[in-house]
Nanobody, 122 residues
Framework: QVQLVESGGGWVQAGGSLRLSCAAS????????MGWFRQAPGKEREFVAA????????TYADSVKGRFTISRDNAKNTVYLQMNSLKPEDTAVYSC???????????????WGQGTQVTVSS
């Protein structure tokens, strides 16, 4: 199995930026498509971004398109989420996940990290 650990969360003012990292161990990430999800207080977990195994395909939720960028460095066994122009509504626990198939659905993802808190103040 692959273990995933997120880092890089924290507090930031609206309009600021953060970069989240998802470090994998146990297996190489080359065999997995990767995704980022988030869950705000009182809301269901929602899809944020996904990237294919090779990194050639990406997809984003409409709410973050143009502001967030998902990337991967397979040599470092790490996936990133660059978050720019952050808004208070981006406040959530952000989790990374690994899947055999590329896509947006939560059901595709077999392995999940513990999550990292992102708080955006107004």
């Amino acid at each position: 199995q692959v273990q995933l650990v997120e880092s890089g969360g924290g507090w930031v003012q609206a309009g600021g930026s953060l970069r989240l990292s998802c470090a994998a161990s146990g297996r190489s990430l080359t065999g997995y498509s990767m995704g980022w999800f988030r869950q705000a207080p009182g809301k269901e977990r929602e899809f944020v971004a996904a990237i294919s195994k090779s990194g050639t395909l990406t997809t984003y939720a409409d709410s973050v398109k143009g502001r967030f960028t998902i990337s991967r460095d397979n040599a470092k066994n790490t996936v990133y989420l660059q978050m720019n122009s952050l808004k208070p509504e981006d406040t959530a626990v952000y989790s990374c996940a690994a899947a055999d198939r590329y896509g947006r659905a939560r059901s595709l993802y077999d392995y999940w990290g513990q999550g990292t808190q992102v708080t955006v103040s107004s």
